[in-house]
């Protein structure tokens, strides 16, 4: 089964720009959970969401925004991008609101220059 | 609101040996899981270990342990015979069983290990 996979793995984008990360989940997986990891602040939480609505939310601006399609993909977008929006963006898939395992992507890092 | 707070930034054990990684969350809820992930260097993170609230018993993967104490709200990560791959973030994340579904994150430990 293959895993989750984000795309693109590497992004550099200018201050003021928006950018749009997507993310797989493993098949059969309904629920995606996006974080934003940096070395000072860890993961933290951005959003989730489950059969195509967004269940929970994180606490961050509403430059910050996420959707989930019928096939269970999801897309987060950042606009008017800022410094310190630079990070790594973990995806996670987990099978359905029973808390199970998440299972994460391989991140895409996101560079604002 | 819920925390989880890893006071350990970096930990470095001699290849086989045993080291431990603390953790403690606060929550005022009963029911919920805890979990380790490992995040190596290739920044794929992966669960290691988890503990239903619920269970007594401590979790145990292998060479991974747990010892966790629910009244004083400690998870700890016991990692024996301590091997070069296990070298990487580790992270104590909790995730409520009730209301919405959010996982919490601590902030990580970074582990070297030693040859």
């Known amino acids: 089964k293959a895993g989750v996979t984000q795309t693109p793995r590497y992004l550099i984008k200018t201050r003021g720009q928006q950018v749009t990360l997507s993310c797989s989940p493993i098949?059969?997986?309904?629920?995606v959970s996006w974080y934003q990891q940096t070395p000072g602040q860890g993961l933290q939480f951005l959003f989730e969401?489950?059969?195509?609505?967004?269940?929970n939310k994180g606490n961050f601006p509403g430059r910050f925004s996420g959707r989930q399609f019928s096939n269970s993909r999801s897309e987060m977008n950042v606009s008017t991008l800022e410094l310190g929006d630079s990070a790594l963006y973990l995806c996670a898939s987990s099978r359905d609101k029973e808390y199970n395992e998440q299972f994460f992507g391989p991140g895409t890092r996101l560079t604002v220059l | 609101a819920q925390t989880v707070t890893q006071s350990q930034p970096e930990m470095s054990v001699q290849e086989a040996e045993t080291v431990t990684l603390s953790c403690t969350y606060d929550?005022?809820?009963?029911?919920?899981?805890l979990f380790w992930y490992k995040q190596p260097p290739s920044r794929q993170m992966i669960l290691v270990i988890r503990?239903?609230?619920?269970?007594?018993q401590n979790a145990t993967e292998n060479r991974f342990s747990v010892n966790f104490q629910k009244a004083a709200k400690s998870f700890s990560l016991k990692i024996s015979d301590s091997q070069l791959g296990d070298a990487a973030m580790y992270f104590c994340?909790?995730?409520?069983?009730?209301?919405?579904?959010?996982?919490?994150f601590g902030t990580g430990t970074r582990l070297k290990v030693l040859a």
């Open positions: 098949s059969g997986h309904r629920s």
């Open positions: 969401y489950f059969s195509e609505t967004q269940r």
């Open positions: 994340a909790y995730c409520r069983l009730s209301g919405t579904y959010k996982y919490i």
């Open positions: 929550t005022s809820e009963s029911d919920y899981y």
């Open positions: 503990q239903e609230a619920y269970k007594q």
